[in-house]
């Protein structure tokens, strides 16, 4: 009997929402985006988590063969499930067929987790990639397979999509000794964008409506049995009944989705007083109708998000430090002389493990259409590079076993991005204007270059598709493992320019000398005002000059 074993990988990936409120999506259907891509992201967010690129190859299996399932959080082993009788390629949270999968953690209500069950939500999103053509066979697989074997994990946002469609699917176990889930999938209008940062956020379920609504036949009948709802169906939320509002929920999971939003809808203003915590205000839409339409890289630059401009912009308070960086360190709540307080939980986070935008192209052949935007490390910190879900490799920088969380690798993405983040977050206000200037000219350079690889690739394609993925596959790992030498290079340049507190003057990267080959004079730019009020304000007559 032949076995495949899926994710072996031991990740210590935080699940409950009021713990670290880990991962965001943001999603864009095909006519809300600048050129007709359907565009799901993910940011993968946690300290346990290693930043790296799955891949699984097609295969045709035996009848009777079966596959073991670890928890994609521990590595805990699972059980069995039949094996299909074929499996497609997978790279990343993208198939051979351009259906990606990402997702977030709600939790819920603890009662309904059940340790029996043999799917957890990593594997249902890696298994489903394996067996599906698209979204709404993803769905099927996924439903059907919790069904059959139980569903072990807690509350989970999914983002499905394929070329043509993408949908939020939010589903919940049973509890020990009820086998299955109870869930619902809602279809994102073409002409809209959501998004989802664990909280559950699907309200009332258009039942009626069977083509673009997908859900359990107990979902509402399963929350009466247990107490949780006692209404007409109709009235019935999935959110309230199976992951009420609390102050986290709202502050630090449907705030994210609202500073998203905001960008593209000015009524969003009226939701303010809900993301900050008053869980009896009307909840925000599912999704909207953008005041203009996206493009890959707003997505990209929307995942760097920290609130900058609103009311929670997290680089105006006294915790942002003298170079105003918009991270805090966990735990994320404290207490100060008896009273409880927390630090903002913005979508770009230093606890990332791998970030990815998933663009899915209908007018293009599935081998050329799909392409993994991806990165490891904090979105704000990292270059997104193009991989093309047809490819038959991945680029060494994002291999699986090209070091790990405790084996530092220069060669790795992860490490040589942390590597860099944590030179900038000691100095953000200065350092940040040189990494976004190098982010800038490599993803914008992007948009030059491929539109002549996919030229080549198409040219390639009506010879012999099987040209075209192998070109892509070059193409995508040479591209992500130059990029990641460059960043190493781009460390080095930061550790000279800002070494020990000073500023080297440089012009395009080069740094300047005098006339005798020296170094010219660097600046000393010290801290800001504000910064040596707050000094002198717990210090100044310890430090004051005497004449």
């Not at 006692?230 to 939320?237: I, V």
């Not at 009896?280 to 401009?309: A, C, F, T, W």
Request: with cysteine; hydrophobic share 35%; glycine share 8%.
């Amino acid at each position: 009997m032949r076995k495949q074993r899926i994710l072996t990988a031991s990740i210590a990936f935080f699940t409950a929402c009021g713990s670290v409120w880990a991962c965001t999506n943001l999603l864009v259907g095909r006519k809300a985006s600048t050129d007709g891509s359907v565009i799901i992201s993910y940011t993968a967010d946690s300290h346990g988590l290693y930043g790296e690129m799955y891949r699984w190859k097609a295969a045709k299996w035996d009848k009777g063969a079966m596959l073991d399932v670890y928890e994609w959080d521990s590595g805990k082993p699972l059980g069995q499930i039949a094996q299909a009788a074929e499996t497609y390629s997978v790279v990343g949270n993208m198939n051979e067929y351009q259906v990606a999968i990402t997702e977030t953690t709600f939790g819920g209500r603890r009662e309904l987790r059940d340790s029996t069950g043999i799917l957890d939500y990593g594997s249902l999103i890696y298994i489903a990639l394996q067996r599906s053509r698209s979204a709404r066979e993803a769905i099927k697989v996924m439903t059907g397979l919790v069904a059959e074997y139980g569903y072990y994990s807690g509350g989970e946002s999914f983002s499905i999509a394929d070329k043509n469609e993408v949908w939020i699917m939010e589903m919940i176990g049973k509890g020990v000794g009820n086998k299955g889930a109870v869930w619902v999938a809602i279809r994102i209008p073409d002409d809209c964008i959501a998004g989802h940062a664990n909280q559950s956020r699907i309200q009332q379920i258009p039942f009626s409506d069977k083509e673009n609504c997908l859900y359990s036949p107990d979902v509402v009948s399963f929350a009466r049995s247990k107490g949780y709802y006692s209404g007409d169906d109709k009235d019935f939320s999935f959110a309230k009944a199976y992951n009420p509002y609390d102050f986290g929920g709202l502050r630090a999971c449907e705030a994210r989705v609202w500073s998203f939003f905001r960008k593209y809808d000015t009524a969003m203003e009226r939701y303010v007083d809900f993301i900050k915590g008053d869980a009896s205000q009307e909840p925000m839409p599912l999704y909207i109708k953008p005041s203009r339409q996206l493009s890959v890289r707003d997505v990209q630059q929307n995942l760097r998000d920290h609130y900058e401009g609103t009311a929670l912009d997290m680089t105006q308070d006294a915790g942002a430090g003298p170079f105003k960086a918009p991270y805090r360190w966990r735990p994320m709540n404290y207490k100060v002389d008896g009273t409880e307080y927390f630090h903002e939980r913005p979508i770009a986070t230093q606890q990332t493990g791998f970030v990815i935008v998933a663009q899915m192209r209908n007018w293009l052949p599935d081998v050329v259409g799909g392409i993994a935007w991806f990165g490891c490390d904090d979105a704000a910190m990292v270059v997104f590079n193009p991989v093309y879900s047809s490819s038959l490799d991945v680029p060494e920088c994002y291999r699986v076993g090209n070091g790990d969380l405790l084996t530092f690798s220069w060669t790795s993405a992860f490490w040589v991005h942390n590597w860099v983040a944590n030179m900038v977050y000691n100095r953000y206000s200065d350092m940040i204007t040189d990494v976004r200037k190098l982010q800038n000219e490599i993803e914008g350079g992007y948009e030059t270059t491929l539109p002549a690889i996919e030229k080549a690739a198409l040219e390639l394609y009506a010879k012999s598709p099987d040209e075209a993925r192998q070109f892509l596959t070059w193409y995508s790992c040479t591209n992500a493992d130059e990029v990641t030498a460059r960043w190493k290079q781009f460390g080095e340049f930061l550790t000279v320019k800002y070494l020990d507190g000073i500023v080297k003057k440089e012009e395009n990267g080069t740094f300047k000398r005098n006339r005798y080959g020296q170094a010219e004079r660097p600046t000393t730019p010290g801290y800001d005002t504000e910064f040596y009020r707050e000094i002198v304000k717990s210090a100044g007559e310890r430090l004051k000059v005497v004449d």
